[in-house]
């Protein structure tokens, strides 16, 4: 029987959510610990999508989830393939609306699972323009750093229309990640931080170009492995992303409990204002001591990443 499957990691921002949508730069890494994945099965008639989310006929997807239906007919109309007589599975370990990339990652893995089940070659700019069909729909102008980062299977370097490229990575990256178990809103965050740049717009704009600055030395210190600077640069810019306002007070309190548990360096990642914050440790020890304290702390779910060089060790 003739089947079709596309996988998709999440991702997670190290630094420049926000910012980035001002043309910043930001530094966003492959996070294989959650994915989804994509099975495309003959059947005849309308095309269903079953997952944990929705179980039904494509053309009853409830509003919010229209950008999934968009993704596979048009992945239909440029294989010249009728949009039936197949059926959709979809599994996705990535919790969703947690910074971490999850619409990006289910559009990603569709289009990869009905380009394998036509048989055909999905080229990086065709599935680029099929995730930002459901980027665009989920979050109205996304800067396009999750979709380059669920794509790419190593540390990317952002700015928004002009550059995506691997950078390097010296030493091994031990980060916790932690979930707060709160839905963040990505959309409303990034309204927010624009209605801050009409009403204050020099304190705003100051706070976007230290975020930049703090994100150009984050790459320098990825490149020279001086882990415990880089830790500084990432608690910075979480002070920066409080104070622009897409912070909220779990999220500080698991910076906190991170960096008082040894954590060398701790942020939100993501949209913010709910979601996941990660934490940056110099051993696996202390990864593991941080993340015994958060999960402590009553964090949903935490995960330990080691990164070296884009490739995931762990
Ligand atoms: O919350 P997420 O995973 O969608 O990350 C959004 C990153 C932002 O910089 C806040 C928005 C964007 O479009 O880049």
């Known amino acids: 029987q003739r089947l079709g499957v596309g996988l ?33 099965a003959p059947s005849t008639g309308a095309v269903t999508l079953a997952s944990h989310f929705y179980n039904g006929k494509l ?6 989830l229209q950008g999934l239906r968009h993704v596979i007919e048009r992945a239909c ?15 996705s370990t990535i919790p969703i609306g947690r910074g971490l990339g999850s619409s990006a990652s289910i559009a990603a893995s569709l289009a990869r699972g009905i380009f394998d089940y036509f048989k055909a070659d999905l080229s990086l700019p ?21 979709r380059e980062a669920v ?4 540390p990317i370097w952002f700015i928004k229309d002009q550059a995506v490229e691997p950078i390097e990575v010296k030493e091994p990256l031990n980060i916790i990640v932690a979930d707060t178990g709160r839905i963040g809103d990505t959309h409303a965050a990034v309204s927010a931080v624009n209605a801050r740049r009409q009403s204050e717009p020099d304190t705003t704009n100051q706070l ?39 912070s909220d007070e779990g ?23 709910g979601g996941c914050m990660f934490a940056l440790t110099a051993s696996t020890e202390q990864a593991l001591a941080v993340e015994q304290a958060l999960l402590e702390a009553g964090a949903k779910e935490t995960w330990y990443i080691q990164l070296t060089n884009g490739v995931k060790t762990d």
């Open 251 to 273: 999220l500080d309190r698991y910076v906190d409990i991170s960096l008082s548990n040894g954590a060398v360096g701790a942020k939100l990642t993501g949209g913010g204002r």
């Open 151 to 154: 794509i790419s299977d190593e």
């Open 77 to 91: 109309q440029i294989n010249n393939q009728p949009v039936k007589d197949f059926t959709l599975t979809l599994t």
């Open 126 to 146: 065709v599935l680029r323009e099929l995730v930002d069909l459901s980027e665009t729909y989920a979050h109205g102008t996304p800067s396009g750093i999750d």
């Open 8 to 40: 998709a990691h999440s991702k997670l921002i190290l630094i420049g959510e926000h910012s980035v949508v001002y043309q910043k730069p930001a530094i966003a890494l492959p996070f294989e610990a959650v994915f989804s994945e994509v099975k495309v």
């Open 208 to 246: 976007l170009e230290d975020l930049e600055k703090l994100t150009e030395d984050a790459r320098t210190m990825l490149k020279t492995g001086d882990l415990k600077a880089l830790g500084h640069v990432l608690t910075a810019s979480h002070d920066k992303l409080k104070a622009l306002g897409v």
């Open 59 to 64: 053309a009853q997807l409830p509003d919010k």
